[in-house]
């Protein structure tokens, strides 16, 4: 699991619980999904030292509701960071 901000406790508890139900195993890293150089480091270091990748599922968001006409350059990016630039490094 990947997110830019460490986890709250609850999150913590919550991972845990899901490990100790399923027997799955969970990393819990803060990178940027849209960053290609944080990405590589994840690819490197982490992803390349687990069992073969499966799938990757892309949740992460940044939410300003707005019409997309009424969003300024930044706010506009912002949104799309993490859904587009974040697609796109992950495919690298
Ligand atoms: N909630 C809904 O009603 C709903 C409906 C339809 C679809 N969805 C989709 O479901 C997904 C999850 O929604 P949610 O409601 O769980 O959203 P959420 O609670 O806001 O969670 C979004 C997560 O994305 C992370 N994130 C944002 N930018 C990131 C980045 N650049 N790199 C890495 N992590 C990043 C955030 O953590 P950090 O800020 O710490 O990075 C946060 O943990 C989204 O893709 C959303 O479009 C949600």
Known sequence: MVARS?????????V???????????????ADVSSYEQMRFVQTNVLAKLPNLAGIVLAAMVLHDQLVTQLDRETYFKVI??????KISLTL
């Not at 460490?6 to 919550?14: D, L, N, R, V």
């Not at 845990?16 to 799955?24: R, S």
């Open 81 to 86: 960071a993490p859904k587009v630039t974040g």
């Open 16 to 30: 845990a619980a899901l490990e100790n139900e399923t027997g799955a195993k969970v990393k819990i890293l803060q």
């Open 6 to 14: 460490p986890p709250s406790q609850m999150k913590i508890e919550e």
